[in-house]
Nanobody, 125 residues
């Protein structure tokens, strides 16, 4: 499985930015994909996830981004997730990593199967 992330960049506080991640070689019909981030001098932390299960699609967010970030499954067939980040703050500055796991509890807890390359998001105040 390979995860290809795109997006990121330099924006000002209050601006919006989006990230996308496509998983190739993912053959599971149920899975979770999402984003983690690692800010300067900080540990990697969970940001958001989408979980595809037999009963439907669910989303999960860290408290720090609830109401500002939205994760969506852009293309279920292509395993592409999209993270819309609004009202960005300087504390959102980090390298963002895409990840996948068999289910959301594993993903949210960081027990990830595969990681994508990081993409840098810089928010200037």
């Amino acid at each position: 499985v390979q995860l290809q992330a795109s997006g990121g960049g330099l924006v000002q506080a209050g601006d919006s930015l989006s990230l996308s991640c496509t998983a190739s070689g993912l053959s599971r019909s149920t899975y979770s994909m999402g984003w983690f981030r690692q800010g300067p001098g900080k540990e990697r932390e969970f940001v958001a996830a989408v979980a595809v299960s037999r009963t439907g699609i669910n989303t999960y967010y860290a408290d720090s981004v609830k109401g500002r970030f939205t994760i969506s499954l852009l293309d279920k067939a292509k395993n592409t997730v999209y993270l819309q980040m609004n009202v960005l703050k300087s504390e959102d500055t980090a390298v963002y990593f895409c990840a996948t796991a068999p289910n959301s509890p594993l993903l949210v807890s960081g027990r990830v199967d595969y990681w994508g390359q990081g993409t840098l998001v810089t928010v200037s105040s």
